[in-house]
């Protein structure tokens, strides 16, 4: 009689300790859901860049290069509860192009802007946060380059508009009390593209537009981030395919001629680095 008594009492006690126990478990893992300065909170990003830019079409050898274009960026940011979150992301970037092509031409205007919309969820990995996102974006890129080049060249307006899908990876760490790490990795999958050439700016020719819609692009970044200061390297890549081929017309001794007209397969690089301030 005693010993199942005592049986009882033992088995008692070891359900009470496992229901600590389990309780235990259950509120570290409540606490573990975020980490103070890792965890994304809600708030604002506003940065300055500078960057070096590639264009080039190999089929056409066309390079369009430029050097310490300067550019600003925003994030917004709201999260929410369980830990997941939403972004505006918005980017402008302007500055001065050489091209090289049909002869050369050199200060020419560049510029373009880049809006997307994402969301996301932070997951927290032996005191590291991996946060996994995607989105919808949009890049409108011009570049003027009217005028003469030095083989007689003449130039035109020209506007890239990309509609893509951003899907990426946010990985975050601490590297002291006061500073972390911060790395982003994304592949960006083009969903349409429409290429505007202001063909008219030269005499007797019509304007032409071509759509894009096989290409793909991606980020890597990296940012070491200290109380509200963020600052570090980024690469930005883009590899378009051959456009849609369609016919245009010119203008030639009063005698209107058709042509076929398409936009070659090119790549875009961009190289610079990002100083940004949290609030």
């Given at each position: 009689?005693f010993?199942?008594?005592?049986?009882?009492?033992?088995?008692?006690?070891i359900?009470?300790?496992?229901?600590?126990?389990?309780?235990?478990?259950?509120?570290s893992?409540?606490?573990?859901?975020?980490i103070?300065?890792l965890?994304?909170?809600?708030?604002?990003?506003?940065?300055?860049t500078?960057s070096?830019?590639?264009?080039?079409?190999?089929?056409?050898?066309?390079?369009?290069k430029?050097?310490?274009?300067?550019?600003?960026?925003?994030?917004?940011?709201?999260?929410?509860?369980?830990?997941?979150?939403a972004?505006?992301?918005?980017r402008?970037?302007?500055g001065?192009v050489?091209?090289?092509?049909?002869?050369?031409?050199?200060?020419?205007p560049?510029?373009?802007?880049?809006?997307r919309?994402?969301?996301?969820?932070d997951?927290?990995?032996?005191?590291?946060?991996?946060?996994?996102?995607a989105?919808?974006g949009?890049?409108?890129?011009f570049?003027?380059?009217?005028?003469?080049?030095?083989?007689?060249?003449?130039g035109?307006?020209?506007?890239?508009?990309?509609?893509?899908?951003?899907i990426?990876?946010?990985?975050?760490?601490?590297?002291?009390?006061?500073?972390?790490?911060?790395?982003?990795?994304?592949?960006?999958?083009?969903?349409?593209g429409?290429?505007?050439?202001?063909?008219?700016?030269v005499?007797?020719?019509?304007?032409?537009?071509?759509?894009?819609?096989?290409?793909?692009?991606y980020?890597?970044?990296?940012?070491?981030?200290?109380?509200?200061?963020?600052?570090?390297?980024?690469?930005?890549?883009?590899?378009?395919?051959?456009?849609?081929?369609?016919?245009?017309?010119v203008?030639?001794?009063?005698v209107?001629?058709?042509?076929?007209?398409?936009?070659?397969?090119?790549t875009?690089?961009?190289?610079?680095?990002?100083?940004?301030?949290?609030?």
């Amino acid at each position: 009689m005693f010993n199942k008594l005592a049986l009882l009492a033992e088995n008692s006690k070891i359900q009470k300790l496992s229901l600590a126990l389990i309780f235990t478990s259950l509120s570290s893992l409540s606490l573990a859901q975020q980490i103070p300065g890792l965890s994304t909170v809600s708030g604002h990003e506003l940065g300055l860049t500078i960057s070096n830019y590639f264009y080039k079409e190999q089929s056409l050898d066309v390079d369009i290069k430029g050097q310490n274009k300067g550019g600003v960026a925003y994030t917004g940011t709201l999260a929410f509860g369980g830990n997941w979150f939403a972004k505006a992301d918005l980017r402008y970037v302007n500055g001065r192009v050489d091209y090289s092509g049909s002869g050369t031409s050199k200060g020419n205007p560049d510029w373009y802007y880049d809006a997307r919309g994402l969301f996301g969820k932070d997951f927290i990995v032996s005191g590291h946060v991996i946060a996994p996102y995607a989105g919808y974006g949009y890049r409108y890129l011009f570049n003027d380059i009217r005028g003469t080049s030095t083989t007689g060249a003449e130039g035109y307006r020209r506007e890239s508009n990309y509609w893509y899908i951003p899907i990426g990876i946010n990985h975050k760490m601490h590297l002291t009390g006061h500073s972390k790490l911060e790395t982003i990795i994304e592949y960006d999958h083009l969903l349409d593209g429409k290429q505007v050439s202001r063909l008219s700016d030269v005499p007797g020719y019509s304007d032409v537009k071509n759509k894009q819609n096989k290409g793909y692009g991606y980020r890597i970044s990296s940012a070491y981030i200290e109380n509200n200061w963020a600052l570090g390297p980024y690469f930005y890549y883009w590899n378009i395919n051959q456009s849609e081929i369609v016919d245009s017309f010119v203008v030639v001794n009063g005698v209107t001629q058709t042509f076929t007209a398409y936009e070659p397969k090119n790549t875009t690089k961009e190289l610079g680095f990002k100083v940004s301030y949290k609030f």
